[in-house]
């Protein structure tokens, strides 16, 4: 009889992690090895035709055809782990998910705009693992060679924008949010645009900018999840404090207490603090 004592489970496989560096350059290089693999089948293909015409060439063909085969599924694999990562960063499974686009950028691929879609999708976890730098650094390797990936600019250019706010580039995110202002956004896209203008305003300290519209600004804050809802409300409230709009500050102070910890928020805003200073009700 067994001892089941003794029986041990099976060790899990270390989960891979890449550096940013590492990442940026694979993307670079497969780009290229890319190009060249193609160009290589194609030759291959040709010689295959010529072979046929001259009265043989079945066997290059199936051997051509077993080599695509091999490419294909192999090339397949790679978007697989991609959107796999993609479903684990949305999921909150960051480990995971770095260990699927690590493999994903490390394997082979015909096409390298699967390795720009891992770059991208990497950008996108450091971005939520609050890893700025590395963030901005992926973003701007994406956005340098997306080539056919243009449509997914409008992603990559608001994580590398946040990614500067956090690091304080205040001009660098200028440049971007006067790119996304003109791009015709989705509704997501556009609350992420309208909270780092608000941020962006704020730090700046162009409160009479901020507080343009503010009915209709708040229209969009409270669409927001509730933390970043409750930031945005007191970004609002902190200009009109300064406008001296004290109903509106009132209000929009005692709405973003409702929202969320403030105190988390003020450890990372504090200039924010002077907000909720005998700040009042949340009446209008």
Request: glycine share 6%.
């Amino acid at each position: 009889m067994t001892d089941s004592m003794t029986q041990t489970n099976p060790t899990t496989p270390p989960l891979l992690e890449i550096s940013t560096h590492r990442a940026i350059a694979l993307a670079r290089r497969w780009r290229w090895i890319s190009i060249v693999l193609q160009f290589g089948l194609l030759l291959i293909l040709g010689g295959a035709v010529y072979a046929f015409e001259q009265g043989g060439g079945y066997v290059v063909f199936a051997l051509l055809f077993v080599l695509w085969t091999v490419v294909a599924s192999l090339s397949a694999r790679t978007r697989k782990l991609a959107f796999d990562a993609g479903q684990y960063i949305a999921a909150g499974e960051f480990d995971l998910a770095e260990d699927r686009l690590t493999q994903s950028l490390t394997s082979f691929t015909l096409a390298g705009s699967s390795k720009q879609i891992g770059l991208q999708q990497l950008a996108m976890l450091r971005h939520a693992q609050s890893r700025w730098s590395d963030a901005a650094a992926l973003a701007r390797a994406f956005l340098a060679g997306r080539g056919r990936l243009a449509a997914r600019d409008i992603q990559s250019r608001l994580v590398l924008a946040e990614s500067l706010l956090e690091m304080g580039d205040l001009d660098g995110v200028a440049r971007e949010i006067f790119d996304l202002s003109r791009q015709r956004l989705n509704l997501r896209q556009t609350l992420v645009l309208t909270q780092l203008r608000l941020d962006y305003l704020a730090r700046r300290g162009d409160f009479q900018q901020m507080f343009q519209k503010p009915q209709t600004v708040l229209s969009l804050i409270e669409l927001m999840p509730a933390s970043i809802s409750m930031r945005c409300h007191a970004l609002l409230a902190l200009a009109a404090k300064r406008l001296e709009q004290t109903t509106w500050w009132h209000f929009l102070a005692g709405r973003a207490k409702l929202l969320g910890d403030i105190e988390s928020l003020l450890e990372a805003r504090p200039f924010l603090q002077e907000v909720f200073e005998t700040s009042g009700p949340a009446t209008v």
